[in-house]
T-cell receptor, first 111, second 112 residues
Framework: DGGITQSPKYLFRKEGQNVTLSCEQN?????MYWYRQDPGQGLRLIYY???????QKGDIAEGYSVSREKKESFPLTVTSAQKNPTAFYLC??????????FGPGTRLTVT | GQQLNQSPQSMFIQEGEDVSMNCTSS?????WLWYKQDPGEGPVLLIA?????ELTSNGRLTAQFGITRKDSFLNISASIPSDVGIYFC????????????FGTGTRLQVFP
């Protein structure tokens, strides 16, 4: 089955700990994205990558880091510097500028 | 970051009714997209529009790319309970084709 997978679905961490969210796609898409969604809100772009070994900051990159070592994978690390890390995190990919396809999301809770 | 103005914010309708929602911007877009998000899930792409004036249907859904390139609407005909969810519009600006700008969402509730 082709698609985007994110794991885990739910993640719990203690404050002060870094945590890495997984995103994998087998759609052969060049571009990948990370978004954050807060309750009742729209999507805000954290980081995106158009090509392997290259990525750009989105609108709310502070406190996050990413890597793009493989075309299929774009992990997101939520660092202890992120002041309000509890949120729903969505990964997306696209083959051409325009339509992005989303994974099922990871809900991160930090206490 | 920039966001699109999406309206209405929420809608409560009876099963069988038609629904209309729209998205507007002060600047032009190259592409308009419409997504549906169920609670706790990722958004699913419903319709993609690539040309000004384009009218595209997907089953009971119809969307149009406004002639001015600054707006788009989505219509749902004969709503059913599974249409419940949040509908987002998204636009691709000409100044940065790497990114999408998302609307704030329209929450749809359908009552039997």
């Amino acid at each position: 089955d082709g698609g985007i997978t994110q794991s885990p679905k739910y993640l719990f961490r203690k404050e002060g700990q870094n945590v890495t969210l997984s995103c994998e796609q087998n759609l052969n898409h060049d571009a990948m994205y990370w978004y954050r969604q807060d309750p009742g809100q729209g999507l805000r772009l954290i980081y995106y990558s158009q090509i392997v070994n290259d990525f750009q900051k989105g609108d709310i990159a502070e406190g996050y880091s990413v890597s793009r070592e493989k075309k299929e994978s774009f992990p997101l690390t939520v660092t202890s510097a992120q002041k309000n890390p509890t949120a729903f995190y969505l990964c997306a990919s696209s083959s051409v500028p325009g339509a992005q396809y989303f994974g099922p999301g990871t809900r991160l809770t930090v206490t | 970051g920039q966001q699109l103005n999406q309206s209405p914010q929420s809608m409560f309708i009876q099963e069988g009714e038609d629904v209309s929602m729209n998205c507007t911007s002060s600047s032009i877009f190259n592409t308009w997209l419409w997504y549906k998000q169920d609670p706790g899930e990722g958004p699913v792409l419903l319709i993609a529009l690539y040309k000004a004036g384009e009218l595209t249907s997907n089953g009971r859904l119809t969307a149009q790319f406004g002639i001015t390139r600054k707006d788009s609407f989505l219509n749902i005909s004969a709503s059913i309970p599974s249409d419940v969810g949040i509908y987002f519009c998204a636009g691709q600006p000409p100044y940065n084709t790497d990114k999408l700008i998302f609307g704030t969402g329209t929450r749809l509730q359908v009552f039997p």
